[in-house]
C-alpha cells in the first residue's frame, strides 16, 4: 500500500522483533545494526555479557540474554519465556580447520554443536513461534582439500538442513546464508599476522574489487527476514571468490 500524501512509508520490519544469536560482534551485530535502521526491535543472545552490554547500547537492543545458545536447554527456556517473535538469526559460532592427524576431537565436536545441532534444536524450540530463521555458513568448504575434513561436511551439510527444515516449519520460513572470507573480528583472530596479506589478495582477485564486510552479509540477511516469497535456499555471498 502506498503511503499517504505527507507521511513517510512504513518501514519493512517496523513492529517485529528480530533475535540475533551471537549478536554482539561481527556479522551478528551490524545485522542488528541494518534491521534496527528498518524498524525493528532487537534481541541480542551472546556468552559474554559485558559485550552484550555494550553492543545493546550501540544499536539500541531492547534486550539482551547471555547463555551459551548450544545447550539445548538454555535455548529451550529462553524462547519459552517470551513472546512469538518474528526473525531469529544465528551467527554464534566459528569454524574450524585441521587434518585429520592434527584434529582436537572437542574442537570438532563444538564445530557439529553450533552448525548441525543447535540449528535442529533452535527449529523445534520456535516452532510456530516465529516468522522466518537465518543460519549462517560458509562456501570455503564446498572443495575437498587439507584441513577441510570437519569443515567441509558442515558446509555440505546446512543447505540440506535448512530445505528440510522449511518443510518442516512452513509456513515459518528457514534460508541459509554462505559466506566466504568476510573481514570481521573473527577473521583477524584466525588468520593473525596474515590477515593483511590475504586482505590484498581478495581485493586483487576477486571481481567486485574488494573485500567482503559484515555491511553486505548483513544487507542480504535484512532482505531475507522481508522479503516473504524466499525460503530453502542457500544464498551466497563472497564477491564472486568462488569463481577465482
Not at 80 to 104: E, I, K, S
Amino acid at each position: 500500500m502506498a503511503a499517504s500524501p505527507g507521511h513517510p512509508p512504513a518501514l519493512p520490519l517496523a513492529g517485529q522483533t528480530v533475535v540475533v544469536l551471537g549478536g554482539s560482534a561481527g556479522i551478528g551485530l551490524e545485522t542488528a545494526r541494518q534491521a534496527r535502521a528498518e524498524g525493528a526491535d532487537l534481541v541480542l543472545v551472546g556468552r559474554d555479557p559485558d559485550r552484550l552490554t555494550r553492543a545493546a547500547t550501540d544499536v539500541g537492543a531492547a534486550a539482551t540474554a547471555a547463555f551459551d545458545a548450544t545447550d539445548p536447554v538454555a535455548l529451550r527456556d529462553f524462547f519459552d519465556g517470551r513472546d512469538p517473535v518474528d526473525h531469529v538469526m544465528v551467527t554464534a559460532g566459528g569454524n574450524y580447520y585441521a587434518r585429520l592427524a592434527d584434529l582436537d576431537l572437542d574442537l570438532a565436536r563444538r564445530l557439529v554443536d553450533e552448525h548441525l545441532w543447535l540449528p535442529l534444536h533452535l527449529a523445534r524450540a520456535v516452532t510456530g513461534r516465529a516468522r522466518s530463521l537465518l543460519f549462517m555458513g560458509g562456501t570455503g568448504g564446498r572443495r575437498p582439500g587439507p584441513g577441510q575434513v570437519v569443515s567441509g561436511p558442515m558446509t555440505a551439510a546446512l543447505p540440506a538442513l535448512v530445505a528440510n527444515l522449511a518443510i518442516e516449519l512452513a509456513p515459518t520460513r528457514v534460508n541459509l546464508i554462505a559466506a566466504g572470507f568476510v573481514d570481521t573480528e573473527l577473521s583477524a583472530r584466525l588468520l593473525g599476522p596474515d590477515l593483511d596479506r590475504r586482505r590484498e589478495h581478495l581485493r586483487a582477485t576477486l571481481p567486485i574489487g574488494r573485500v567482503v564486510g559484515p555491511s553486505d552479509v548483513a544487507a542480504l540477511a535484512v532482505h531475507l527476514m522481508t522479503n516473504t516469497a524466499l525460503t530453502g535456499a542457500t544464498y551466497d555471498v563472497d564477491g564472486g571468490q568462488q569463481l577465482t
